[in-house]
């Protein structure tokens, strides 16, 4: 797979970025001011936060797929990002993604929403962490990925998956890091990219640590690409769907609450 290399660096912002509150007492405002490098809660009905500054886009691999704002359901406000997963393939699937260069260690925090009980046959990936080969700045390489899977008694459980040789799955956390359906859930990942064994990820879901990774290659090249999705080879009922809103690219924690941690 190939994509068009984005030359422009990424710019922080130092301006007050803030989110628009939903009316429903759970969905704050998120107001972290210059810590946050990005943020968007699709209020705008459009795509336009992803693609801002020339640092994201959509990167899906099966065209049949879809990333669209949907309106409703949505964690605040009106719209969210609403993946389809048409491909049914475990390397394609439906994503957008937003790219770091020369990245700080940093919280991608996200919304994430199921709108029903989905069976999982195969892995079915989330999101992902990406980096750019150093030959080729065209080719990207896959990373970590947060992943969620069906246990027999129903649970849908998360866990990390590295497509390094070195580390592959962890061990799923304890106790099991399950996520709701038919609820909105919060995942946020610490992520320290690092080219040698002195990367780190921490995994939150709604505010309860369930992964701390240490002591590890985190990225291939001096960038990060943080990318959403939706991807799984065998998931049932087919095609499945998932939603995503208020997603953060911060230097502190959002948390749950959309504060300061």
């Known amino acids: 797979m190939t ?17 628009a509150a939903s009316a429903a007492a759970c969905s704050p405002t998120l ?13 705008s009905g459009e795509l336009d ?7 994201g886009q959509l990167l899906m691999d099966a065209a049949q797929s879809t990333v669209l704002i949907a309106d409703g359901p949505a964690h605040s406000g009106r719209y969210s990002l609403e993946f389809t997963d ?6 394609e699937g439906a994503g957008i993604y937003r790219e770091l260069l020369s990245p700080p260690d940093a919280y991608y925090s996200a919304w994430y929403y199921l709108p029903r009980l989905y069976q999982t046959n195969s892995q079915w990936t989330i999101q992902k962490f990406r980096s750019r080969s150093d030959s080729d700045p065209t080719a990207i390489s896959h990373g970590h990925d947060l992943n969620l899977r069906t246990l027999p008694g129903g649970q849908v459980v998360l866990y990390v998956f590295s497509h390094d040789p070195a580390y592959l799955q962890a061990p799923l956390s304890d106790p099991p890091a399950f996520v709701p359906v038919e609820t909105w859930f919060h995942i946020e990942t610490f992520y320290s990219p690092r080219t040698d064994e002195t990367g780190k990820i921490l995994v939150w879901l709604d ?17 990060v690409i943080w990318n959403p999705c939706n991807i799984g080879e065998d998931i049932q009922p087919s095609p499945p769907v998932l939603y995503l809103d208020d997603a953060a690219i911060s230097l502190v924690r959002v948390t749950r609450n959309g504060k300061l941690f």
Do not use: I, K
């Not at 001011?33 to 209020?43: I, K, Q």
């Open 3 to 19: 994509l068009a290399r984005f030359p422009s660096p990424f710019v922080l912002e130092s301006a007050l970025l803030l989110l």
């Open 31 to 43: 107001d972290l001011g210059s810590n946050v490098l990005w943020a968007t809660d699709h209020e």
């Open 207 to 223: 505010d309860r640590l369930v992964y701390d990774l240490e002591d590890r290659r985190t990225t291939g090249s001096d960038d």
């Open 49 to 55: 936060d992803w693609y801002e500054g020339g640092q």
């Open 86 to 91: 048409l491909a049914m393939s475990d390397s």
